[in-house]
């Protein structure tokens, strides 16, 4: 049995874009990102259709669309630019 760290492994990992706020909680080493370029009206769009239709799907097809809502919401890159869905 090894214990210890493995080579490459990391004690902490900042994961944050460039454009993301980190702010500080009421525990020390637990942080909230926040950030406002990200399509939100493109990922709520795509669950209030999942969940309309969530009687007449099944559990795959239910996770599949899952996977794909996350997969597809637009980033915005740009908070000035419109997603496709917006025009």
Known sequence: VYAGMRPGER?????????????????KKIMLVKTDHYDWAALKSSIQHLIANLPRMSQKEIRDKLFEILNHTPLILNPSTKSEGDA
């Open 11 to 27: 004690i902490n990992e900042l994961i944050i874009g460039s454009k993301e706020k980190a702010e500080m909680t009421e525990h």
